[in-house]
């Protein structure tokens, strides 16, 4: 029987499973007993503390080898030194095609005075790689022979003695030095190697990392089905982030809250990997047992960070002196803290030097709009990134712990540091890249109110050559005028009605931007409207049905051309916002609102079809608006605005967008107006 137990953990392991069986304990830990927060700390000195206490343990220099085959060791660190097996060339070789010769026979020759030798006796014909012939000493190449024939060459150049030879040894010697231990290997090394006939070599074995999620809320990707259910992906995220450091990951499965399962898969990861992450419960929640668990385990160095995103992390040593990891369950949480602690201390482990944010790639850019931050932590910011006026410029994006979407679009992330209380509109900051600056240089900067249709521009755009990128941050329509007018978007998206006149853009670019010449070139006609869930439970038609008790009513930002409307009609149809519950609720763009809707947050939200269809909502039509692309007049001829030209007036273009719903295209690409 023991035996067949061994046998299971022998399989769970090879899975990923806990290898340390527990039955489950309905042990749960009194609140006043569970340990909260530590005092947070600075980045710097949690990252500190927590490499000191590796290096003290051994962690560090603990290597375990393996041996590969050289064509596959790019990325891989030598575990020892790698010395040339044989010379390359390992004979002495002709450099250039021509004959070989022996350099005193062509003294005398020059273009004047050429000379003639026997091929075959005095003149041997070679390519490039050839063994240079016994008695011969010299190359001379095509280009200086003339009158070729079977028998004889005419040589119109002296040459000196292995003169385009290559000697053995000239690129590497027998038994010299060619890599030291912990050297990394790149692309030309893995060439070096072979050439010098070391056909393996002993490099460190990547550290394995094993992630247990934790909760019970946790599903498989693709099975959310009920309210309550959380895509587990955050071991995803983070195994990729491992593997492009220098590490392994081992996934195991997700665990409940509770303490004594939680402590025996970590227990049992601890066996079989170099350090183990556990994937949210490092808060201070009812069920979060991070740092209790991990407690007794080791010795907890680190509960708490002043960060934003990413406080809650725990940074401990086991009693084996593995790394022991707790990770926030928000994924942008978990990703900044995986690039602030996780990444030094693989580098360090793979014996490169730590990892450090003076390592990262940054340039300067102008921060496109003003930023509050709380000025007690150091708060991570995703930025959009693209040239304006020829100066990198930056829009934040979405700042939420849970917005992964924010992460995936970034070309960056600005830093605003303890102490400081925001940014400023304008001011220089630098960001850390996510991107090379040369992909940059093609990318369309685009500040504005949101729509479906921009994303769709992008993939038609990025299908071009050269390809071209439209970066979009929800600023809002006015918002994005705004952005112009300060140079710090390259074009805008706009849907902004003037009541006086009944016309869309044209007359609030001339107010905010009368000293710039502006195109406003037609994207789509879109139609607007009241977002409510399937069947209009509520029976809600008209505006004043939103006015009504238990009415939950979710509203986009102001500044937003959809905001401008709602308070347009509102204000014909003589309705007081305030009587509106939720009307101060906002959300940047469409498709936020749809989602508050189909989740049952909110009863209804305004916003466009399009958004409405995506999520199989009801909709309830109040008009349709212009939505324009505002174009500085000076860039209109640009060849970054005349792929978007091309695009909008592609075919294929707008019948993906009729697809999407609501829209007419009839006007799509046409100029509408000028200022």
């Given amino acids: 029987m023991t035996d067949q137990k061994d046998a299971e953990r022998s399989k769970d392991a090879e899975r990923g499973e806990c290898a340390v069986h527990v039955e489950r304990s309905e042990r749960t830990i009194p609140l006043a007993r569970r340990k909260l927060y530590l005092e947070p700390i600075a980045v710097d000195e949690a990252l500190q503390r927590f490499q000191d206490a590796l290096e003290q343990g051994g962690w560090f220099d603990d290597h375990a080898v393996e041996t590969v085959p050289s064509d596959s060791a790019d990325g891989r660190v030598l575990a020892s030194a790698v010395y040339a097996k044989v010379s390359s060339p390992h004979y002495p070789a002709s450099a250039m095609d021509g004959v070989a010769v022996s350099a005193t026979d062509t003294t005398s020759a020059s273009d004047h005075a050429p000379i003639t030798l026997a091929l075959g006796n005095q003149a041997v014909i070679v390519d490039t790689g050839d063994p240079i012939p016994a008695g011969c000493n010299a190359v001379v190449m095509w280009e200086d022979l003339i009158n070729i024939n079977d028998q004889n060459v005419t040589i119109t150049a002296a040459v000196p003695p292995w003169h385009h030879v290559r000697m053995v040894g000239e690129d590497i010697v027998k038994n010299e030095l060619l890599f030291p231990a912990l050297y990394q290997l790149g692309p030309a090394d893995i060439g ?38 959380i895509a587990e992906y955050n071991s995803a995220i983070l195994s990729a982030y491992l593997r492009r450091w220098g590490a392994e990951a081992r996934i195991y499965p997700p665990q409940p809250d509770d303490p004594t399962l939680i402590k025996g898969c970590i227990t049992a990861a601890l066996v079989e990997c170099d350090a183990v992450c556990l994937l949210a419960g490092s808060s201070a929640g009812r069920d979060d047992y991070g740092s209790t668990v991990i407690g007794e385990l080791g010795q907890l160095l680190v509960h708490g960070v002043a960060a934003k995103p990413g406080k809650p992390v725990i940074l401990a040593v086991a009693s084996s002196g593995k790394p022991l990891i707790g990770v926030p369950g928000y994924p942008v949480s978990a990703a900044t803290i995986a690039d602030l602690y996780l990444a030094p201390i693989i580098a360090a482990k793979n014996g490169r030097a730590p990892h450090t944010s003076s390592d990262k790639k940054v340039a300067p850019a102008r921060f496109g709009r003003r930023l509050e931050s709380s000025g007690g932590v150091d708060e991570f910011v995703q930025v959009r990134l693209g040239p304006v006026n020829g100066t990198l410029t930056a829009l934040p994006l979405s700042r939420g712990a849970g917005v992964i979407s924010s992460l995936a679009r970034a070309d960056g992330r600005v830093i605003v540091p303890r102490g400081q209380t925001g940014i400023e509109a304008g001011q220089t900051v630098q960001v850390e890249l996510y991107r090379e600056l040369s992909a940059l240089g093609h990318q369309i900067l685009l500040g504005g109110s ?29 918002g994005g005028l705004m952005a112009l007018k300060r140079g710090e978007a390259l074009i805008a998206g706009s849907h902004l009605l003037d009541p006086e006149t009944g016309r869309y853009n044209i007359d609030y670019a001339r107010k905010y931007l009368p000293e710039m010449k502006l195109i406003g070139l037609s994207l789509v006609r879109r139609e607007q409207g009241f977002m409510v869930a399937k069947g209009n439970p509520l029976k809600l038609k008209t505006l004043h049905d939103l006015a009504q008790p238990g009415v939950r009513f979710i509203n986009r930002q102001r500044g937003s051309g959809t905001r401008v409307l709602l308070d347009w009609l509102l204000t014909r149809e003589q309705i007081d916002p305030a009587a509106i ?18 989740a049952g947050s909110v009863d209804a939200g305004i916003g466009i079809y399009a958004a409405a269809a995506a999520l199989d909502l009801d909709f309830i039509p109040i008009g349709s608006e212009w939505y324009d692309l505002i174009i500085p007049a000076v860039i209109f001829d640009s060849a970054m605005i005349g792929a978007l030209r091309e695009v909008l007036a592609d075919e294929s273009f707008k019948q993906e967008i009729v697809g999407l719903g609501g829209y007419s295209v009839e006007q799509t690409g046409a100029l509408r107006w000028t200022t």
Avoid at 452 to 474: E, F, K, W
Avoid at 581 to 598: D, I, K, N, P, Q
């Fill in 192 to 229: 070096a190697l072979l050439a010098a006939g070391v056909l393996s070599v002993t490099v460190l074995q990547k550290p394995l990392f094993g992630l247990i999620p934790t909760g019970p809320e946790l599903v498989q990707p693709g099975n959310v089905s009920k309210p309550g259910d």
């Fill in 581 to 598: 519950f939720g009307y101060e609720t906002e959300e940047y763009t469409h498709l936020a609102v749809a989602a508050a809707v189909s």
């Fill in 450 to 478: 949101h729509d479906l249709t921009l994303d769709v521009i992008n993939g038609h755009l990025m299908r071009r050559r050269p390809p071209y990128t439209l970066a979009s941050a929800p600023l809002g329509s006015l």
